[in-house]
T-cell receptor
């Protein structure tokens, strides 16, 4: 099946710092989503971004589908950004609609 | 919109007992997913329904696991008999499927933390 690798696995930031999280995937995808799992375990959808660039407040994401990677940018990080960030994809060849394969996540800790 | 609602939030049971997890998807969504999250295996898709019909249950670990969706607003995941290795957080998620390649973003419930002793 499709492989999804996220880097770095862990990230410690000082409040106010910027960071970039990366997601590499092994096959062409028609669906890519970024999620944030907060310290209470809730999974929140951040972006639905199979290609192109989107921005939502201090967060933005870019997917370069032809090169099989996506980036999540966090600017001016806040302690509430702490948690685990997951990338999830669905390969074109098995497109069924949101049948996503998740990466291992990047654990982010923002220190005050 | 109340979001995806799961119950119970926590479940502690003894090995061999039957466990039933419940999910109410977002109104209007026609796709429903059950995921399991563990430290060792991360987030795994167990089963996927579209228009109340199970489309893919290849992720269901074994026959002890079963899932139903009797109508568009309710689904259950049942484990019978439960075993300690079933301990995990079980998430339900829903979305709207427009066409084969077009979907709304996936929305997750808050999960059910299952502990089997």
């Amino acid at each position: 099946g499709i492989q999804v690798e996220q880097s770095p696995p862990d990230l410690i930031l000082q409040e106010g710092a910027n960071s970039t999280l990366r997601c590499n995937f092994s096959d062409s995808v028609n669906n890519l989503q970024w999620f944030h799992q907060n310290p209470w375990g809730q999974l929140i959808n951040l972006f639905y971004i199979p290609s192109g660039t989107k921005q939502n407040g201090r967060l933005s994401a870019t997917t370069v589908a032809t090169e099989r990677y996506s980036l999540l940018y966090i600017s001016s990080s806040q302690t509430t950004d702490s948690g685990v960030y997951f990338c999830a994809v669905e390969p074109v060849i098995k497109a069924a609609g949101n049948k996503l394969t998740f990466g291992g996540g990047t654990r982010v800790l923002v220190k005050p | 919109d109340a979001g995806v609602i799961q119950s119970p939030r926590h479940e502690v049971t003894e090995m061999g007992q039957e466990v039933t997890l419940r999910c109410k998807p977002i109104s209007g969504h026609n796709s429903l997913f059950w995921y399991r999250q563990t430290m060792m295996r991360g987030l795994e898709l167990l089963i996927y329904f579209n228009n109340n019909v199970p489309i893919d249950d290849s992720g269901m670990p074994e026959d002890r696991f079963s899932a139903k969706m009797p109508n568009a607003s309710f689904s259950t995941l049942k484990i019978q008999p439960s075993e300690p290795r079933d301990s995990a957080v079980y998430f339900c998620a829903s979305s709207l499927k427009y066409s084969r390649n077009q979907n709304s973003p996936l929305h997750f419930g808050n999960g059910t933390r299952l502990t089997v002793t």
